[in-house]
């Protein structure tokens, strides 16, 4: 009966999911549900398919006993055998010489393969690797391997081949498949081997495994030269729901994650050497550091409710330089590591949080916060009108706990309760015209002042007003076209616009007020000039008159590419006018520029500028640009010029010679003198299924001495976050 479809009878149909459909090229059924298939058999049942050459299945058990060709689909998995019993219910499975692909790129194989259900697959005397070659360039091959789908895989007495060559040998290693914070996967094991500097010969070593579902220790063996042994562990966990899994209002799980440091060394470079040159907060010192050096960190996330959540981050250090020695990337990331608790309630219109910051290493100048409560009106209008109203409320014990053997600073304190309140009225006048005015206030008391012998207790008042007008100026050219440029129209965007200031003198100076707020942000306009209107200005106790405006004009001209819009070039120039200035401020602020352009996809450029009015110079300029082909090669040329700080040059190459080698290299040279800074060259081997890389360099800092480092890279083309490397040195990631 070729094609023939047959379905277990019953007066009640059964969902189409769950129905047993199968076809082969004959076919024989008895009255008890059992049948025997021959040639090009398929077999389906919800969203699992197999197929043989040959089968008996019994449709009541839905067990089934399939030879020859066999291959059975699980989504996006496939099992290939030559003999195999499986229960398309219950999900046991039973086969001899199996290979096996997930949907994740993996591939398995082994002389036998069983499993009770479809959460666990058992497999002998097998290996895995990534290549979909008959004979793989490299596999791990395991005397058995443990397979938990979208989970972790588990290998037994395994031993690493690259080619017909045994490399490494584990007796017991686990590779986690849901590791979001290594970008979804993580090798289990790492080795990094090099040469850098102040580390000499180095080989740095993890190991990660499961502890449970919950707990995965990462173990951290690692050894350099001039320093000696170090060790520790990562210790990440998590518990409860799952954080991307969509649940019913009043469903929700409470979950929590986290991650705890541990690592310490005993330093023999230090342990030798006299003074240091040791840089704190506020000062650079050479002094002696105890050669016991270590790292405890925590960071945690706990959602509690929808909208309730808790924040702990601690890092305790040995010294102001562990962090520079031994994990070099996270230092240039963030030099001075943060400490604090905070718990927050939120609202599409309201924030409550509580925060504890206190001074954990007395080496850095912190800003303690203990406690801090604060209540946040976000900006939403005034009872159901067109005008808008926003708050802000804190009440905080703050203390300046300056970094010790800091000459010249004394630690402060006080209570301050801070509480500010704003209306705006946003309206389109004309069609075109946008106008924002506003008005607000504030009042702050202080417990405590550097006036405070004169006056016990400090309350000032601010006022502040201000409007913002916008507009936009567009002209299209719908005819204008060019297939060689690629240009299918063009537009030519101008948006005008200022920013308006004003704060009323308060009744009390910053220099009469302790300081503890920063009032300028990491990025955008207000990373080179303060916001002028709040609250985005932060510096609540730096607060003093000002009269300002800031015009800025931005232009685009666009195109058409691919059906979407392109951007051409783009233009920002922006500054401030003073209106009233302070004794160290100028009518007009410097001026600022930012230009972009990419007119083909072969080339883009980018560049940022500050301009001095007063002594008719340039202050900063940046300059970045890439020529490009497709991925055959690529050339990078950058500026940065930081008048009475440096002027530097950087050149990048990459050329891939041919689909196996690609050659990179990097310099940086000061451009007046030609002395050269950093130079680096790569090249990278494609193995197939890895790409092999070695790279040497070398740092030649003005105030330190020369750096060379040497390294060894292999990364998974399947999984470009698994690589066993020491491109970023000590990175701890």
Known sequence: ??????????????????????????????KDGNAVLRGNVVIMWDKITLLADKASMNQQTKQAHAEGNVRLRLGYKEWKADVLDYNFETGAVKAGKARAQLDNGIFFEGESMESEDRSRY??????????????????????????????????????????????FYFPYL????????????????????????????????SYTTRASESIRPTWRLDYREQRGLAGGVDLRYKAGGDPKAPHKPGEFEPRVSGKIRAYYADDEKIRKSGDVEVVTSTAVLDERIAPERYQFRVSQRADLQEDIYSKLKADKLSDPNFREDFFEREFQHDPQPDNFFEFTKWSPNTTLSLMARPQVNDFYTTTE???????????????????FYEGENSAARLGKEFANNTPGFSDYQTTRVDSFHQILYPKQHFGWLNLVPRAGGRATFYDESPVSRYQPAVVRGVFNAGIEASFKLHRTWSDATDKEWEIDGLRHIIEPGVNYGFVMRPGHQPAELYQFDVARSSSGVAKNLAPIDFPQFTGVDSIDKRNVFRPAVRQRVQTRRDGATWDLAELLVYQDILADKVATETTFSDLFTEFSMKPVRWFALDWRGRYDYDHDQIRESTTASRFYHEKDWSFSLAHRYFREVGNEVGVGFSWAVNEDWTFRSDHRFDPSSFDLFEQAY????????????????????????????????????????????????????
């Open 122 to 167: 058992i497999l002998k005397n097998s290996y895995l690797t990534t290549s979909d070659y008959d004979d793989p360039g490299y596999r791990f091959k395991a005397g058995t391997i443990i397979v938990h789908p979208n989970n972790r895989v588990a290998f037994h007495d395994l031993v690493l081949f690259v080619g017909p060559i045994p490399v």
């Open 682 to 733: 790569a090249i990278d081997r494609d193995l197939h299924s890895w790409i092999a890389t070695l790279s040497v360099s070398q740092l030649r800092p003005a105030d330190r001495d020369s750096d060379l480092r040497i390294w060894f890279v292999f990364t998974l083309k399947a999984f470009p976050e698994a690589t066993v490397d020491s491109t970023y040195i000590g990175s701890g990631n």
């Open 1 to 30: 009966m070729a094609g023939q479809v047959v379905t277990p009878e019953s007066s009640t149909p059964a969902p189409p999911a769950k129905s047993v459909q199968m076809t082969a090229d004959s076919m024989d059924a008895d």
């Open 174 to 205: 686990v590779w986690p498949l849901d590791d979001e914070e290594a970008g979804g996967y993580n090798t289990g094991t790492q080795v990094q081997i090099g040469s850098k500097g102040n580390w000499g010969f180095f080989i740095l070593n």
């Open 369 to 387: 916060r203990l406690p801090e409560l604060r209540f946040d009106l976000k900006r939403q209008p005034l009872f159901g009108s067109s005008i």
